[in-house]
């Protein structure tokens, strides 16, 4: 089916944008039904994008209004039969207005700036109805001089702004920004790599074009073979407070806090980012857990697999990072190290395997709340840690990462319509590293049994340094409300989950002394390890009163100690 879409921005301080689909029915048709997208591909949560619809309108090419009513919570259906037609008609249109004004890289934003359009949010698409080298036109105000896209431009004046996508997915996959962007590019392996920047930025001596062109050299050389796109977009959207990436078929929407660019160590974190983003083009995008695609954009697509999907790029970003030349063995390590801080201090992964975390993602990760460290573990986190351990089991067969890494790519080459399952990974890994190795690998993935991380580090060169915590601990995170201090989280077993402490109780007094949010912050000060105190609280309006005694905090992750440096920087390598 010949879809042509047109998205209009009239009032961009109005936060609306209208758009229009013209297509015909089939010969015979009486019935059709269109939908707005539920989901995102890459960020696993029903985000209901058709809350944001005003209205919808569908009619004929003559202008005669159809008749049509909503069937699901993102789904309507136009039925001829219930028209009253003046005039047969095969043409028509689907015309609706969307609210667009949540700035994250899974959503639409659109005010007097710029606008940022994140397909799945904003595209409708027709059930059922394979859409064949779809357009979509954009208008918007004069005073906004460009517009970036990975979207293929078949514009014929230069006013236009016409794009072209081979069907749908592509379509949805390729998000915009329309204002008055920075933009820049490079070429690598004969390629344009476009850069557009939105947002402010305080004073920087980063040269991020050229750090961005290391991190593309680097993570492509990872894969044999022509780069897989015939050209790639970086958008990036400096505000304050954001932070985050989404990976699409030949380009990416990132987010950074602009303010921190000269600061060495956030920094990093951005490379990291794109590294993170831009390796999904190869793991992701194109290998692929086999229930990611063809996608059902109105249910929850369930997988297993998200450990590779995520938790292999998330081992790989610092690294990549690392192997471009951009941070030191010092500066990686302590960005590995920090992974594991929160990974040991996360009591969730005695109750969830890789497995589950991932099939669990639709409800947990991305709907966090006060108990998640207590009841299951990120596959971006564990995942990464696992297959840290994974590559030290290469490492000691002669091989790394690196070959894991082109067998998987190889895998999608041989087939790239279809996905990989944990089968065809596990015989990877079985062909690369022995038996042996995959009995432990299946064993970090399928189960929560404790994982040796200290005896695999140290095949590389790296002691864990531990340090024990001095200071009284109760196991509780604050937040303020003015200056009340609100318990925000309690940990798995800790002397304030064992006295019955809750998220959401407000501290009163410690021993019979009021207490405030800057008290809170000081009461190690206030207290001993293994003698009582009592806790005057707040529950929902009820005065209790809470009996317990801190212990010393779980021991500290001082450092990943180099005792080998030359064995550290080859395994690294």
């Given amino acids: 089916m010949k879809v042509q879409y047109l998205v209009q921005i009239e009032n961009p301080h109005q936060n609306l944008v209208k758009v229009t689909l013209r297509f015909k029915r089939k010969a015979g048709q009486s019935k059709m039904r269109f939908f707005l997208p539920s989901w995102s591909p890459g960020s696993y949560l029903m985000r209901e994008y058709a809350r944001h619809i005003r209205w919808i309108k569908v009619e004929q090419d003559n202008g005669e209004a159809l008749y049509f009513e909503q069937v699901t919570k993102g789904e309507w259906e136009v039925d001829w039969n219930q028209s009253l037609l003046k005039a047969e008609s095969d043409g028509l249109s689907v015309t609706y207005e969307i609210y667009c004004k949540e700035l994250t890289v899974r959503t639409s934003h659109v005010d007097s700036t710029h606008a940022f359009l994140h397909g799945p949010s904003y595209l409708m698409g027709i059930k059922g109805e394979t859409l064949k080298d779809p357009t979509i036109e954009f208008r918007f105000p004069p005073l906004w001089s460009?517009?970036?896209?990975?979207?293929?431009?078949?514009?014929?004046?230069?006013?236009?702004?016409?794009?072209?996508?081979?069907?749908?997915?592509?379509?949805?996959?390729?998000?915009?920004?329309?204002?008055?962007?920075?933009?820049?590019?490079?070429?690598?392996?004969?390629?344009?790599h476009f850069l557009a920047y939105y947002g402010p930025t305080y004073p920087h001596d980063q040269n991020l074009k050229a750090d961005i062109k290391k991190i593309v050299e680097t993570v492509s050389a990872h894969f044999s073979g022509d780069l897989p796109y015939d050209n790639y977009t970086f958008l990036t959207h400096f505000a304050p407070k954001l932070f985050g990436g989404l990976e699409h078929l030949n380009s990416t929407a990132l987010q950074f806090d602009g303010r921190k660019l000269n600061n060495r160590k956030d920094y990093l974190n951005y490379l990291s980012l794109v590294a993170h983003e831009y390796f999904h083009t190869w793991n992701v995008k194109r290998i692929r857990p086999v229930e990611l695609g063809p996608f059902d954009y109105e249910n929850e697509a369930y997988t297993s697999l998200l450990w590779l999907a995520e938790g292999l790029t998330s081992f790989m970003d610092d690294l990549l990072v690392y192997r471009s030349g951009l941070s030191s063995l010092e500066e990686y390590l302590e960005a590995v190290k920090n992974n594991f801080e929160v990974y040991f201090n996360t009591p969730g992964k005695k109750f969830h395997?890789?497995?589950?975390?991932?099939?669990?993602?639709?409800v947990k990760l991305y709907r966090p709340d006060e108990n998640s460290k207590n009841s299951t573990i990120s596959y971006?986190?564990?995942?990464?840690?696992?297959?840290?351990?994974?590559?030290v089991a290469l490492l000691e067969k002669g091989k790394s990462i690196n070959d894991f890494l082109e067998a998987?790519?190889?895998?999608?080459?041989?087939?790239?319509?279809?996905?990989?399952?944990?089968?065809e990974i596990y015989d990877i890994v079985r062909n690369l590293a022995g038996e042996n190795a995959l009995s432990?690998?299946?064993?970090?993935?399928?189960?929560?049994?404790?994982?040796?991380?200290?005896?695999?580090?140290?095949?590389?060169?790296?002691?864990?340094?531990?340090?024990?915590?001095?200071?009284?601990?109760?196991?509780?995170?604050?937040?303020?409300?003015?200056?009340r201090a609100i318990v925000k989280a309690v940990t798995l077993d800790s002397p304030a989950y064992q006295a019955g402490l809750n998220a959401g109780d407000e501290i009163l007094a410690l021993n019979g002394v009021r207490t405030l949010k800057e008290d809170i912050d000081r009461l190690s000060n206030y207290m001993q390890i293994n003698k009582h105190s009592d806790f005057l609280i707040s529950r929902l309006g009820v005065i209790h009163k809470l009996e317990m005694a801190p212990?010393?905090?779980?021991?500290?992750?001082?450092?990943?100690?180099?005792?080998?440096?030359?064995?550290?920087?080859?395994?690294?390598?």
């Fill in 440 to 483: 432990q690998f299946a064993t970090m993935i399928e189960t929560t049994e404790d994982i040796d991380f200290e005896t695999a580090y140290k095949k590389m060169g790296i002691e864990f340094k531990w340090q024990e915590s001095p200071t009284p601990w109760i196991g509780a995170d604050f937040e303020s409300i003015g200056d």
């Fill in 146 to 192: 460009k517009l970036t896209t990975g979207l293929k431009e078949v514009s014929e004046k230069r006013e236009e702004f016409i794009y072209t996508a081979k069907n749908y997915d592509e379509l949805v996959d390729a998000p915009v920004e329309i204002g008055c962007q920075e933009t820049d590019g490079f070429r690598h392996g004969g390629k344009d």
């Fill in 408 to 423: 998987l790519w190889q895998h999608y080459l041989a087939r790239p319509e279809k996905g990989i399952n944990k089968s």
């Fill in 551 to 573: 212990t010393t905090g779980p021991r500290i992750l001082k450092e990943l100690s180099v005792f080998d440096k030359a064995l550290a920087e080859k395994s690294f390598k």
């Fill in 380 to 391: 971006y986190l564990k995942g990464g840690l696992v297959f840290s351990v994974l590559h």
């Fill in 353 to 362: 395997s890789l497995e589950m975390s991932s099939f669990n993602a639709w």
